[in-house]
């Protein structure tokens, strides 16, 4: 019950920033719009949505570990969180306030980026229903590096670690709007060996209908997520024992 | 009847001991000021007596609770309004209260009544619909200082609620400080020793981690031979420097 408090609250905190709007939802959109006008003008078929939409909805997802973390690191550097602390809540409360409504948050934010590709030519299929499914493991791994972000630096550092570092590397090596393949090489290998690209081969293979490898893939992203968690639980606390 | 029985309370850290054995006893419905120069160990004492820091040594009992074992106790009937504003930014006026209500467990059938009589106090029906981030530094205090008494606190912590408001803000937040007194317990620490002078009814002054001084402010003129309660103050802090 007191979790859910908390979780109201960082929803409002979240959803009524200006900024967090403008790049969660706005972003995401402006890269389709302009990867759709790069394919109009260019003959040959670079961008073609049923790759690119998958790709870009798991990058649009690395500004959930921004919000996440630049939240709690505020908290951390007001006052509030020293309040809060003072009450009944426990350690269980905060983690489960500042986790759970970022996953509805990023879900929607995924079905958007699937919605807007339509009319840049994404095929309406009941196909997209297991896409976004899919998709959302992935989430739980862009929360957890929030939380874990957010309980080690100030908000400053925030902003250059994860409004810039995470949403490059996860453009990068998610392929967002690339194929890693062609790039091959050491930046193919670490890619595969980190889970976001696995990520993105889930949304391609349910947009295809081909759901060869995609055990494999779902084992990479849960594990990175479930390790990810059990790195950030631990450092959230250390930094409400410190306070 | 004592709210707070404080015992042998230390506080290291690395090299320099913010609090250095405290004993004081702090009478139920009491107002107590802590008063020293920065880094007497005013806001280190308020950390420990509200479980944010726990103790190098000693133990502090709050209404029985001890802060060592029972901090989940200690935490129920204690409010604290931090020397910075605390309130959530995006948080209309009306969810800052409503926040604090739910983390303290009320239950919508208490919560809006409760909630309506402090805004009333606090003059804060005008802004109810208002961000907290919109409200003027006044009014983030105000708001700040409501929201500590949401829960019904048996122990207020007050740690410099007054800082850096003008003098018609101060005035006012007095007086809404004087209305609580006797209500419950409030531990105080500024730096205007006007505030301590007109609001406490008795003034611990602290120096290097110890309490070298607990009374009244008429005791505390006497003790140091002063003409007035700043005097006073200045004198007990000086000696410390010796």
Known sequence: ?243 | MNAIEIRGLTKQYKDVRAVDGLDLDIRYGELISLLGINGAGKTTTIKMLSCLTRPTAGDARLMGNSILTDSEGVKKIIAVSPQETAIAPNLTVLENMQLMAGVHGFSNGEEPQKIAALCETFGLNTVLNKRAKKLSGGWQRRLSIAMALVCEPQILFLDEPTLGLDVVIRRELWDVIRALKGKMTIILTTHYMEEAEALSDRIAVMRAGKAVFVGTAEEMIAAAGADSFEDAFVRLVKEEKK
């Not at chain 1, 959109?29 to 302009?34: D, W």
């Not at chain 1, 003959?43 to 709690?72: D, H, W």
């Not at chain 1, 299929?125 to 959302?136: D, E, F, G, K």
């Not at chain 1, 992203?221 to 968690?229: E, F």
């Open chain 1, 1 to 243: 019950m007191r979790a859910w408090i908390i979780s109201r609250r960082t929803a409002k905190e979240i959803l009524r920033d200006p900024l967090s709007l403008a790049f969660g939802i706005g972003f995401p959109v402006v890269l389709l719009a302009l990867f759709a006008l790069i394919q109009a003008s260019v003959p040959i078929r670079m961008f073609e949505p049923e790759n690119l939409t998958p790709g870009i909805a798991v990058f649009g997802l690395s500004f959930v570990t921004l919000f996440t973390a630049l939240l709690l690191a505020k908290d951390r550097s007001s006052a509030l969180l020293q309040r809060l602390y003072t009450t009944p809540l426990t350690a269980r409360d905060f983690v489960f306030g500042y986790t759970l409504p970022m996953i509805p948050i990023s879900v929607c934010q995924v079905i958007l980026c699937y919605t807007v590709s339509m009319p840049f030519g994404l095929t309406p299929s009941v196909r997209i229903i297991p896409a976004v499914l899919l998709t959302a493991p992935v989430c739980l791994f862009y929360i957890a590096l929030g939380l874990l972000f957010g309980s080690i630096l100030t908000d400053n550092q925030v902003g250059g670690i994860c409004g810039a570092l995470v949403t490059t590397l996860s453009g990068w090596l998610a392929g967002a709007w690339f194929d890693l393949k062609a790039i091959g090489g050491a930046i193919e290998k670490i890619a595969y060996a980190l889970p976001l690209v696995h990520a993105v081969e889930l949304g391609k293979s349910a947009l295809s209908g081909s759901y060869d490898g995609v055990g494999v893939h779902l084992a990479w992203v849960l594990g990175y997520s479930v390790l990810a968690m059990a790195l950030a639980i631990p450092l959230f606390i250390r930094q409400m024992k410190r306070q």
